[in-house]
């Protein structure tokens, strides 16, 4: 369908099939579905697949998230489209104004990636999700995940679960204190939210 100056002002459009013209979604609104939207202005909430799970795509153009905004995504299993939600689009949207907001229905294994964003084009991203930097640790439902916006082909939205509950020890061998460092830690490995830390007596850079 073809509607030159498509507004939702209220409630929830779902679009299934190809919608072309002018989109532009209202504070407290959504926009959902698992069909092809034209570049949108968002000051509501983006759903892709709706109440189930699927993947959104946007046609050429810029979407830009206005501040008070939210992409909402299901994560039920680590299998695109069936499992789990995605925003699939030719151009890097302005995401600065937008929250990033999961509903997790499984724990899924350390190291498991979904790319939530995926860019079909060449640009890079350079916005991000509201108090999410690149490399920024997020939770739901007591899962941590690792937020990167050069993953996939390098220029993809993704998180990474990360594994969680394991024991670190600190041995201090870094060349500060810093906890982030992982020469501090046995195996060379930094700890994530979440693990068990241990620091024995005697200890350098304690």
Do not use: H, K, M
Not at 193 to 206: K, T
């Amino acid at each position: 369908n073809s509607i030159p100056d498509c507004r939702v002002r209220d409630g929830t459009l779902v679009v299934n099939g190809v919608l072309t013209g002018s989109l532009s979604v209202s504070n407290g609104a959504i926009l959902a579905g698992s069909g092809t939207v034209p570049p949108f202005t968002c000051a509501g909430s983006v759903r892709p697949g709706g109440a189930g799970v699927g993947v959104l795509t946007v046609s050429s153009g810029t979407t830009v998230f206005q501040p008070g905004s939210s992409l909402q995504l299901n994560l039920n299993s680590a299998t695109l489209g069936t499992g789990y939600d995605q925003l699939q689009v030719a151009t890097p949207p302005n995401l600065s104004g937008a929250t990033l907001s999961l509903t997790l229905g499984f724990s899924p294994p350390g190291g498991t990636t979904f790319v939530i964003i995926t860019n079909t084009g060449a640009a890079a991203f350079t916005t991000t999700f509201t108090n999410l930097p690149e490399g920024a640790i997020l939770s739901g439902s007591g899962q941590f995940f690792a937020l990167s916006y050069v993953g996939g082909d390098g220029n993809d939205v993704t998180l990474t679960a990360l594994l969680t509950g394991v024991t670190r020890t600190w041995t201090g061998l870094g060349t500060n204190n810093l906890w982030s460092n992982p020469a501090n830690w046995s195996g060379s490995v930094a700890p994530n939210p979440g693990d068990s830390l241990v620091f024995p007596a005697g200890a350098s850079r304690l």
